[in-house]
């Protein structure tokens, strides 16, 4: 198989890691978690130990649709598609449309990718609720849909492969309960949850706040924006000029990796602490520079590779998991050495893969 390279512009919360994280090599058996029944919101959550075919059977043509390729998040998304694709042995096409604000360009893409004959097709929407029209146009035509990262409502899709972005915004405003318990002093918090009407902002941005209500942490009208470096960076700018007295400034990946200079800059080190409810390669440098304090882990790259595996599956007809998604665990400065940066990070100066032939 061939690799197509193209370049864009583009803690206190101790829990556990996953033993696989720890292994080197293969990137399985990984600690996963399924939902029963599956694509339930409150469904029951059970440990599982992920395991993929070693080969599929054919070279499948699957399409992959991510909302952009403007943040290292979705670079190590595309990680695990591509080499997972590769290592599977089958193609993959992957269209990126550019940002939050376009779902038009999407759902454009998507229809492109079935009508040039993709077998299956994995999405990272853009919208929970706008994708599920042509989700539904494209299962009519018994071509699988698996939902991957940020989470679809619908449910003519044939498996999803994430997390909870609910737990990763609630294992981020644990830690700053737990750091300023009701009683205490009470703590200003800028909250940066990510593009307004996204399902994964909608999700830890209610994570959060149900994870912080009674404790001493007062969180600041939540600042909503696309995930791209010049928004964020405006919205933290603004909270700091509006908020001198704000102590924490918590969000997305983005958010953390473009105030971190700018706190450097206004000498607020110290005084001004920043946390990112999940992980980037900025955020791991910056925990273990110790300017980032913490974020939980959804490793991505093992999403992404699930989501491909997940596709083989139900096109050979073999049993597979329908909602699953890596175990989270938080990396803060206490465990960062410990763990397997391959798995839930891109390589350095891995470049994005938009074909696998």
Known sequence: MKLVLKTTAALVLATAIPASAFAGGSWYPYEAEEVMPAFASDGVVSTVTYTPVEKAEKAWN??????????????????????????????????????????????????DCVSGGADAVVIGAISYEGLNNVIGEISGKGVPV??????????????????????????????????????SEPVKV???????????????HAGFMEAVAGSAVEVLEPRFG???????????????????????????????EAAQGLIRERGLQGKVDLLAFYMTPGVYTGIKRGFILAAPADSMVVQGRIAIDQAVRILEGKDYTKHVGPKIFVVDPSNINDVARENILPPAGFKPVFSVN
Not at 161 to 176: D, I, N, P, Q
Not at 190 to 204: I, M, N, R, T, Y
Not at 235 to 242: C, G, K, P, T
């Open 226 to 256: 696309d995930t791209g470096k010049e928004t964020q960076l405006k919205l933290v700018e603004d909270v700091l000029q509006a908020n001198p007295d704000v102590r924490y400034l918590a969000g997305t990946a983005v958010t953390a």
């Open 190 to 204: 800028g909250w940066f949850p990510g593009p307004a009407g996204a399902g994964w902002v909608e999700a830890a």
């Open 62 to 111: 699957i399409c992959v649709s991510f909302p952009h390729m403007k943040d290292a998040y979705w670079l190590g998304v595309d990680y695990g598609v591509a080499d997972e694709a590769e290592r599977l042995g089958v193609k993959m096409n992957l269209v990126e449309a550019g940002g939050y604000t376009e779902l038009a360009k999407q759902i454009t893409q998507i229809e």
């Open 146 to 183: 698996i939902d991957v990262i940020n989470g679809v409502s619908s449910g003519d899709i044939s498996a999803k492969s994430l997390v909870s972005f609910k737990t990763m915004g609630a294992e981020t405003g644990r830690y700053l309960a737990g750091k300023h318990p009701a009683g």
